[in-house]
């Protein structure tokens, strides 16, 4: 399932695939395609997120250690 729409995925995802396609590279490589490359930002955004106000308060508990 995806975070985001499907096409605000696949649109990024056009360049690396027709380069992909340019070079040669066969159909299920080991090397992840360019849609799941895709995937993988929008859902790294949202960690992000999710991480940051954790983050604050991490830096908050190092400061008052000696």
Same mark, same amino acid.
């Given at each position: 399932?995806?975070?985001?729409? =499907?096409? +605000?995925?696949?649109?990024?995802?056009?360049?690396?695939? $027709?380069?992909?396609?340019?070079?040669?590279?066969?159909?299920?490589?080991? $090397?992840?395609?360019?849609?799941?490359?895709? +995937?993988? !930002?929008? =859902?790294?955004?949202?960690?992000?997120? !999710?991480? $940051?106000?954790? !983050?604050?308060?991490?830096?908050?508990?190092? *400061? *008052?250690?000696?």
């Amino acid at each position: 399932m995806l975070d985001v729409q =499907r096409h +605000v995925v696949e649109y990024p995802s056009r360049p690396p695939a $027709a380069h992909r396609r340019r070079i040669g590279t066969p159909k299920g490589s080991r $090397a992840p395609g360019p849609f799941r490359q895709a +995937v993988l !930002v929008p =859902r790294w955004f949202r960690l992000l997120a !999710v991480l $940051a106000p954790d !983050v604050h308060k991490v830096l908050e508990c190092g *400061r *008052r250690l000696p």
